[in-house]
């Protein structure tokens, strides 16, 4: 089995409108955010592209921020920074999601958004056997909290 690791440059998604104990993890505050996210060092090998990690991700933001905007009609507090470290398959499927950090504690959202990535498809690359670990972060924000 072919493992790659990916931590993808950060990808700003601004959107306009709108604990479970296994997923809590520890609030960072905002210079930890800046060491996480500066010392982002890109290692990718194996046969799943970058251009095909971003192609997928890109096709699927809508129902990340649809997950964001659920959280935010049941009470969110605007913006939230999150880093998922996500397992792609040479089938293209998803084998986990996790989360490495985040700014905020809002248990549901987090339930949400993994359900909602662990339903993305990458499509199938030659190599079925290859795997694929990003780790990709996330920043909703909301346009009444700027």
Known sequence: MTKAILFCSVLTIIISFSCVKQ?????I???EWK???NNSKGIKSGERSRENLMKGIKQYLAKARFAYNRALRDGFKCNA???LEIIVLGSGKIENVKIIAKDYDFP????????TIKKWDFGTIPNLNDTTIIQYP???THNKCN
């Open 29 to 31: 505050n905002a210079e």
């Open 108 to 115: 549901s959202f987090d339930v949400d958004l993994i359900e």
């Open 81 to 83: 920074k999150i880093i």
């Open 23 to 27: 997923y809590c993890i520890p609030k």
């Open 138 to 140: 996330f920043v909703f």
């Open 35 to 37: 060491l996480i996210l």
